[in-house]
């Protein structure tokens, strides 16, 4: 019996050809969607839990809870060795301390050339990081790897980057920027699984301590370390949290303040480790973590997704089902039982779904490629395979397989025979709502996509075009590497100018969209305390090359005359120090006194993601780790081979590295640029899935009034008015789900637009144009069938009759 069952579904997929794929390529579509996304979501959810300790592992943080509210990543270098000492319950600490600027290593193998290579990726580190979080050692020893100064860990890839086939234990690497070698005493392999920790080498702590002065060790208030704390396996975080307030007194008291003011000020949270990458956007983060707010996007996009598959698949098959009404009355006169349809229907339906359900997982193998390119993820087809995601898959080829078979057999079970034999198809009021119904939250999903889809475009949009009171246009800029350079730094900068293709040459410390240091600034002679503000460094050249404008006072001279500083302060600094008239009032910074020279208007040295802050900047070329170079018109190309050959000349050894200051502003805005992809793509899929359902349903409709169609046509009835009137019960049920949509994808949108500072306005327009894409695709798709059946002939239509 079973196996006449399938026998019997195969021949009705091979006779309804076109409803059969429909119905087989949209499920295969949506599962494939849906488990892509399933997919970005588990690894977003992965971080850090890869480690065998996670759950004993967390970050120590500081907060300042004065007005600004400001948390940082970072803290003290002797936080975490402090509290291991007050604390009894931690059991280890790791600190990592990144190395600035960015290190430039070399390596000179026997009779060949240099290998040289900027390194942003890696830190200084204590020796306990190896047992904390579980090093992998490919060469070398673990147990004193880390030990000795001098030393440095590599990762697999950047030891063959510099090595080849080498074995590197014991060989050096040149630090070019110290001058300094180091000897490599390990290999590690890289983490296997998603972390916000990560790291091309790891010095070691004993070298930072050798090199580096006894008042930056011990600063309790210097912001430079990542302190992680392991507890011992009996004690859990709340009972370390009790005893962090009185920790924090005795540690602060050494600054000189009270312990009422300590505990006004100041706070130590600590963070699991699971939650750093989607729950931490704190101060000087290691990296740029994401947010906890995507992973609900694309869990509700993908639930959306693969309830629109399943949709689809439950009304093609409700309407191929109704199809067979004179089958269904042959087998009752026969004998077959109300229960035996109800398995035949089954089993032909779960046959469509496993179909549907194989097509999806090579579609999937397909797409995973494309997918990882889109949004820089790491995913691969084989992570499909864990017991959660292959129980996913079961539970919903089988809810799928039931709701579709079991609905239209139970039905149609039910008819008479008479009425089944006499071939009359169902009209049935109930069945026709469930339908309806159905393709309304089909489209509903698919408008609500479509309409994210163009408020996201438009808030990339407005990042990418919104004045930022800078130019940044034909701005090239060149990273200074080392003492040699530093030292060279203004004969290089007068070289560069002679160039016919430069306008001008500026030295700055940091690039607008990098991350500028806080430090408190105190003009003299207020009342108030000092005021944290954002600090950078450059010469009278940074102004007129980024067209930033003066309000007030005057831009630096090149010849520093009284003060040994010259500071000059953006609007929102002035706002912030209370100032009434800042020009030619002392000021004080990092202990230094200068003069406040001039006034610039706020411009956005940070991303649109946050207001413009406080800035300070202070002339001081010599702190300065760029030239800006302000190019002219399309000479760009003879700039960049200009600037490498002159610092080849004039600082040989020198790595040339270089950036683009509006593609580097660009860069700012990856994350949500990578959402605003994913969700183009899916929202084209959503559609796209419904369109093939309508476009089903719309041949099945049409099947059902041909006789209608070729009386109309026998009576006078012109095409175009047939075309309406098959078309508009389709495009009334389109409207409904527009106008059901548009209200929730309001919200939404609104809700996600509270995460920027500068956030757009949802505008009319943008619900007319989702409304319209919607209709118009379609209209496309019933349109295709409403014609043929309104030109076919009359006699053809109706010669059973």
Excluded at 134 to 139: E, G
Excluded at 195 to 215: E, G, P, V, W
Excluded at 588 to 604: P, R, S
Excluded at 671 to 693: P, T
Aim: with cysteine; hydrophobic share 45%; glycine share 6%.
């Amino acid at each position: 019996m079973i196996r006449n069952y399938f026998k019997i579904a195969w021949r009705n997929i091979r006779r309804y050809k076109l409803n059969s794929t429909l119905t087989v390529v949209g499920l295969a579509l949506g599962l494939a969607c849906g488990l892509l996304m399933i997919l970005h979501v588990q690894q977003e959810l992965a971080y850090d839990k890869g480690f065998a300790k996670a759950d004993r592992i967390y970050r120590v943080t500081q907060e300042d809870i004065s007005e600004k509210n400001q948390q940082w990543a970072a803290t003290s270098p002797i936080l975490g060795i402090e509290m291991q000492k007050a604390i009894p319950a931690i059991q280890s600490v790791v600190r990592f301390h990144r190395p600035s600027p960015d290190r430039v290593f070399s390596y000179v193998p026997l009779g060949g050339t240099a290998r040289q290579f900027e390194e942003k990726g890696g830190y200084f580190a204590d020796s306990t990081v190896v047992d904390v979080f579980d090093l992998q050692f490919v060469k070398g020893n673990p147990r004193t790897a880390l030990k000795q100064i001098d030393a440095i860990v590599l990762s697999e890839a950047m030891a063959r980057k510099y090595f080849g086939h080498e074995d590197p234990i014991g060989k050096r690497i040149q630090d070019d920027l110290e001058k300094r070698p180091l000897t490599v005493t390990g290999v590690i392999r890289e983490f296997p699984f998603p972390t916000h920790l990560q790291f091309d080498y790891l010095i070691s702590m004993a070298t930072f301590y050798r090199y580096a002065d006894k008042n930056t060790l011990e600063s309790r208030v210097w912001a430079g370390f990542y302190n992680y704390i392991l507890l011992d396996k009996r004690s859990s975080r709340s009972e370390v949290e009790a005893r962090i307030p009185e920790f924090m007194v005795k540690f602060y008291q050494a600054t000189g303040q009270t312990r009422k003011q300590i505990l006004a000020t100041r706070r130590t949270p600590i963070q699991p480790i699971t939650a750093i990458h989607l729950h931490s956007k704190l101060e000087k983060e290691m990296g740029i973590n994401s947010d906890i707010t995507y992973v609900y996007v694309f869990s509700i996009a993908a639930l959306f997704i693969l309830l629109i598959a399943a949709v689809n698949f439950i009304n093609m098959a409700t309407a191929q089902a109704f199809n067979r009404i004179k089958e269904v009355g042959v087998r009752k006169v026969l004998g077959a039982h109300k229960e035996q349809l109800i398995r035949q229907f089954l089993g032909e339906s779960f046959m469509l779904t496993l179909l549907g359900a194989v097509i999806a997982f090579l579609l999937l193998q397909l797409a995973i490629p494309v997918y990882n390119e889109l949004t820089a993820k790491n995913l691969r087809f084989g992570q499909l395979f864990t017991a959660s995601t292959v129980a996913l898959m079961i539970l919903l080829t089988a809810l799928i397989s039931l709701i579709a078979g079991f609905y239209p057999a139970w039905f149609i079970a039910r008819i008479n025979p008479v009425t089944s034999l006499k071939g009359k198809k169902s009209q049935d009021s109930s069945v026709t709502l469930v339908r309806k119904s159905l393709i309304v939250f089909q489209f509903s999903v698919s408008v609500f996509m479509i309409f994210s889809t163009v408020v996201v475009y438009r808030q990339m949009q407005f990042f990418r075009h919104k004045a930022l009171g800078f130019d940044q246009e034909q701005v090239i800029a060149v990273k200074l590497y080392g003492r040699d350079m530093q030292d060279k730094a203004s004969l290089i900068q007068q070289e560069l100018q002679k160039n016919a293709a430069v306008t001008n040459v500026a030295r700055i410390s940091r690039l607008p969209g990098d991350r500028f240091g806080v430090d408190l600034f105190r003009p003299l002679g207020q009342l108030n305390e000092a005021t944290a503000c954002r600090f950078m460094w450059a010469d009278e050249q940074m102004l007129p090359v980024l067209s930033i404008g003066l309000k007030e006072g005057r831009n630096f001279v090149s010849k520093v005359d009284g003060a040994h500083f010259s500071f000059i302060l953006n609007e929102s600094a002035v706002k912030a120090l209370q100032l009434d008239s800042p020009i030619r009032r002392k000021a004080v910074a990092f202990g230094d006194t200068g003069e406040i020279v001039g006034i610039v208007n706020d411009f956005h040295f940070a991303s649109l993601h946050t207001t413009v802050e406080p800035l300070v900047i202070v002339q001081n070329p010599g702190q300065a780790n760029y030239f800006l170079l302000k190019t002219k018109g399309n000479q760009v190309r003879e700039m960049v081979q200009f600037a490498q050959s002159t610092l080849a000349r004039l600082s040989p050894g020198s790595l040339f590295s270089y950036t683009f200051l509006d593609e580097k502003l660009a860069q700012l805005y990856d994350s949500e640029q990578r959402v605003g992809n994913v969700l183009n793509m899916f929202a084209v899929f959503a559609l796209f899935i419904s369109c093939l359902g309508l476009f089903g349903l719309s041949a099945y409709a049409a099947q059902l009034r041909r006789k209608e169609v070729g009386i109309r046509k026998v009576l006078g009835a012109s095409v175009p008015s047939l075309i309406v009137l098959l078309s508009s019960d389709f495009l009334r049920l389109v409207l409904l789900a527009i106008v059901l949509a548009s209200p929730l994808g309001w919200w939404a949108m609104n809700q996600w637009l509270q995460n920027f500072a500068y956030p757009i306005a949802i505008e009319w327009w943008m619900f007319v144009v989702s409304a319209l894409l919607t209709i118009l695709v379609a209209l496309l798709t019933i349109s295709f069938q409403s014609i043929q059946t309104a030109v076919l002939n009359p006699v053809k239509s109706l010669r059973s009759e």
